[in-house]
């Protein structure tokens, strides 16, 4: 099932980024232009493949490949794409961005402790020299971190503004998002706006 889930994946993403009229043309296949998007990242010099595979069984370095963020067609946004059972990535279900990675925040801050900390101081300081936010792919974030990272904002500037970009596909869906975090405006694509 994996095997063709990700089969009808592939061919998918390299329609639409190759063929569809909407799409980007991206043209021939290129090292800059992937046949797949590339799902990791790493801090090291380019490797082959060997490489590669040999780094990931290395604790010691396997902690350094960082998963893309993206967004997932169909998907529950309240659900965490990236947690333990979920097989996104396996399927290669994900749509990634490759310009930002997915935190791995835990469920509660003491799964992890720095990261919540320095989000958080982050996220205060960002408060203080700014009126308003912007919550970028709010619907890829954790709701759960979100909520905490606002209430850290709104006890340094309780008049907060929060514009989210939120595309859930779902007025429902939308609508505990705006609830729960307080989301003051949403910024829409024109083709994903409600009447």
């Keep these: ?39 990791f990242t790493y801090w090291f010099k380019e490797m082959t493949l060997e490489e590669e595979e040999a780094m990931m069984h290395d604790p010691d370095k396997a902690c350094h490949f960082l998963a893309h963020n993206g967004w997932v067609m169909g998907d529950d946004p309240l659900r965490n794409f990236a947690e333990a059972g979920s097989n996104v990535y396996l399927r290669r279900e994900l749509i990634a961005w490759g310009d930002s990675v997915k935190l ?25 020299y700014f009126h308003g936010v912007r919550l970028d792919n709010c619907h890829s974030t954790p709701i759960h971190v979100a909520e905490e990272m606002l209430a850290a904002a709104r006890s340094v500037r309780p008049n907060l ?31 994903s706006a409600y009447n």
């Design 161 to 191: 503004y929060v514009i989210a970009e939120l595309f859930t596909g779902s007025e429902y869906i939308d609508n505990v998002f705006v609830n729960r975090l307080g989301i003051t405006s949403l910024i829409r694509e024109a083709m």
């Design 104 to 128: 791995r925040y835990g469920d509660k801050r003491e799964d992890c402790p720095y990261l919540w900390e320095h989000m958080k101081k982050y996220t205060e300081i960002t408060a203080k």
């Design 1 to 39: 099932l994996f095997r063709s889930q990700a089969a009808s994946c592939v061919l998918g993403n390299v329609t639409y980024e190759r063929l569809a009229g909407h799409g980007p043309k991206l043209g021939p296949i290129t090292k800059k232009d992937p046949i797949v998007t590339r799902y």
